[in-house]
């Protein structure tokens, strides 16, 4: 890590609308002063969007109109001009027919955003699960100086007594109602426990995963992720980080400077240790592909493997958010990498310095909730990369979350041909599935559902649960939801709609799953499955118009991310030709 920073006062971009006396910059300069805007407020000083993705339907980022206030506060402080800028806002609990099939879009339309507007730097004001890695593949497409603040987790849920978590509950309870252990009268009851503060989902969900993945990036300001989003210190992290973003722009400290290979490999590790979601796999890859690192899933096996998980938080473990923080939150975990070599210390962040200055001092006030190593819930965390005949660019399985005894096993495929036909069957008492099958979901993934919806980690049939079982292998090229847990093996690449050999399994084939060996196979002969996959024929849905239409005939595979193909790549912010 060597940053120099630029030279100031130097001109901005900026200066392209505002700066000077030509036709053009009066027509700019004169609109935005219909609010109020004094004239020597357009005297070069860094103007600083507020990216805000509040929406009354995002209600996991609802009070970001209210931290917005705290970073203007901030970035006034410190000489800057800010503007709030509403940026397209996918909301995990609301879109259909998936969030994440609105990721690239709204990260493409906040890349525009960013370009095609007087911004010399961004606050990226997120939250729920896509909102952080939809913002950041804009920041990094567009390159221009940019600081995350999130909204933080909500307050800990709790129901008769017990923590609720967000999400990690709710497939816990409905599983009890189908097994009869839970009546719907108490179920409607919990619903009110779930979520009771602002703020995004309280578990080590996707949400928090974003969060903490910001952070080891190096992309938020030290200590951001577990804030609660009622604390009063999350406005304080908002207003100083207004103040930051002003000091980046005038370094010129950018998203290519801090999103380093060294930062994603420290952030795969702090997934490792975290027990982070899943779908930070396909974010991080996506991110990267954006700033132009070049990260594959044998990167998310090399740096994850043999990383401990030792934040004790569900759905892995026990504790939510809110005892994260409590303990002293992401900063403790980046101590404990870098005490085991597990961190690049050197990686820069928006601090202008580097991680372990951040992290070095801090300690653990509670070590139930950060376990010491030889407490760990897993020693091995992270994200185990499977690869075989059945998934040959590769799938994933989050050992944390799934059970010890099906790590290595061997089962009958039961399979649902896409989700509407898993939904119709697997109430059913005459379905032929016990524990020992392997539960085998296809046309999920990016273009399949289109979207990859999180629906891996389907629900057990209700037969079966009620023996008491409550996990069984599940294979798909769908994702999960962070808050879930299981034996779960995802993001299964090529995917079924793309013709990828999950297309062509049948129930009664054979499958094998060996965790340790990261070995997922079709037990049938090459040859057959040669003449399988040429039979194959295209079967899932598709659009012909509009955005649905865009993302399947763009969108790749789960493996390099599920970006639209043509928005990889650093594309900067030049300004651009002047409208007139
Ligand atoms: Fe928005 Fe979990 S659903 S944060």
Redesign the pocket.
């Known amino acids: 890590m060597t940053f120099k920073p630029a030279k100031w006062p130097r001109k901005l971009r900026s200066q392209a609308w505002y700066g000077g006396t030509s036709r053009d910059v009066i027509y700019h300069r004169g609109w935005l002063k219909n609010q109020g805007h004094p004239h020597d407020l357009f005297d070069g000083r860094p103007v600083i969007g507020i990216l805000n993705t509040w929406s009354d339907l ?4 609802g009070h970001l109109r209210e931290l917005a206030e705290k970073v203007k506060a901030g970035v006034w402080e410190a000489g800057g001009f800010p503007v709030e800028v509403p940026v397209f806002s996918a ?3 609301t879109f259909r027919p998936t969030a994440m099939m609105f990721r690239n879009l709204a990260a493409m339309s906040i890349e525009e955003q960013m370009r095609g507007q007087p911004i010399d730097g961004a606050v990226l004001l997120v ?3 896509k909102t952080t890695p939809s913002l950041l593949m804009a920041a990094a497409s567009t390159d221009i100086p940019s600081i995350v603040v999130t909204g933080g987790p909500m307050l800990n849920g709790y129901f008769r007594g017990e923590r609720v978590g ?2 990690t509950h709710l497939w816990k309870f409905s599983e009890a109602v189908k097994a009869g252990e839970m009546t719907q009268a108490e179920f409607l009851e919990a619903e009110a426990s779930m979520s009771r503060s602002s ?3 309280n578990t080590m ?4 995963t974003m969060a903490s993945m910001a952070e080891a990036l190096g992309m938020a300001l030290s200590g951001n992720a577990a804030i609660p989003a009622v604390d009063s210190r999350r406005r304080v992290m908002a207003q100083l980080s207004g103040r930051r973003i002003v000091q980046m722009v005038k370094d010129d400290l950018k998203p290519s400077d801090i999103m380093t290979k060294a930062a994603f490999e420290n952030a795969i590790r702090t997934n490792g240790a975290i027990g982070g979601s899943t779908n930070a796999v396909i974010h991080l890859l996506a991110i990267a592909g954006r700033v132009g690192i070049d990260l594959t899933l044998d990167d998310w096996d090399r740096c994850g493997r043999g990383v401990a998980t030792i934040v004790n938080l569900m759905p892995s473990g026990k504790y939510l958010m809110e005892e994260f923080f409590y303990a002293g939150g992401l900063p403790v975990v980046l101590k404990r990498l870098g005490e085991a070599g597990l961190l690049n210390k050197e990686a820069l962040t928006v601090s202008g310095g580097a991680i372990w200055d951040e992290v070095k001092d801090v300690v653990n006030w509670n070590d139930d909730v950060i376990l010491p190593l030889e407490k760990a819930l897993t020693q091995q965390g992270g994200i185990a990369v499977l690869k075989g005949n059945l998934a040959p660019k590769g799938a994933v399985l989050k050992p944390s979350a799934a059970s010890e005894h099906l790590l290595v096993h061997r089962g009958r495929a039961v399979v649902f041909e896409d989700i509407d036909d898993y939904k119709a069957r697997i109430e059913d008492d005459a379905l032929d599935i016990d524990e020992t099958c392997v539960m085998v979901l296809k046309n999920c993934g990016p273009k399949g559902y289109p979207g990859m919806a999180e629906v891996g980690n389907m629900g057990l049939p209700p037969k079966v649960l009620k023996k008491g079982i409550t996990d069984m292998v599940r294979i798909s090229d769908a994702r999960m939801s ?2 879930a847990y299981g034996t779960v093996v995802l993001h299964t690449s090529p995917e079924a709609a793309a013709g990828g050999p999950l297309a062509v399994v049948k129930t009664g084939d054979m499958i094998e799953l060996d965790v340790p060996n990261r070995r997922l196979h079709l037990d049938i002969s090459d040859a057959e499955l040669a003449e399988r996959l040429a039979a194959w024929k295209p079967g899932h849905e598709t659009a012909d118009s509009g955005y649905a239409w865009l993302h399947q005939a763009h969108v790749e595979g789960a493996d390099t991310g599920a970006d639209l193909g043509f928005l990889k790549g650093c594309r900067g912010a030049p300004v651009g030709k002047d409208s007139h």
Do not use: I, L, M, W
């Open positions: 995002t209600p996991c980022n909301s995990e609990n939250g729920c699960d967000s999400g703020g995004t989902c969900g996707t949400a928090s962070g808050t």
